[in-house]
Nanobody
Framework: QVQLVESGGGSVQAGGSLRLSCAAS????????MGWFRQAPGKEREFVAA???????YYGDSVKGRFSISRDNARNTVYLQMNSLKPEDTAVYYC????????????????WGQGTRVTVSS
């Protein structure tokens, strides 16, 4: 099995930045697509970003141009750099893993982390 642990969440003011990290254990993840999702209270889980095994990148419309996803296969870690944060970005952010990028892009994951909370104040 693969275990995913997110970190880096916190509270920032609008316009600020945060970098989230997701560390994987149990297996190397070089053969997997990785992604980030978020969920705010009372709202459905939303796709944020994904990165394929060969580092092709995809973003949800709401974060395009502000967030960047990257991966370091040697460290079994995926990152989400979040810039120009808005109050609407407030949510719990979850790391996800899938053997198929196509599945991850529609919200189907082989594994999920426990989440890290991001709060953006106006």
């Amino acid at each position: 099995q693969v275990q995913l642990v997110e970190s880096g969440g916190g509270s920032v003011q609008a316009g600020g930045s945060l970098r989230l990290s997701c560390a994987a254990s149990g297996r190397t993840f070089s053969g997997y697509a990785m992604g980030w999702f978020r969920q705010a209270p009372g709202k459905e889980r939303e796709f944020v970003a994904a990165i394929s095994r060969n580092s092709n990148r995809y973003y949800g419309d709401s974060v395009k141009g502000r967030f960047s996803i990257s991966r370091d296969n040697a460290r079994n870690t995926v990152y989400l750099q979040m810039n120009s944060l808005k109050p609407e970005d407030t949510a719990v952010y979850y790391c996800a893993l899938s053997a198929a990028l196509s599945s991850l892009l529609i919200g189907v994951s082989d594994d999920w982390g426990q989440g890290t909370r991001v709060t953006v104040s106006s």
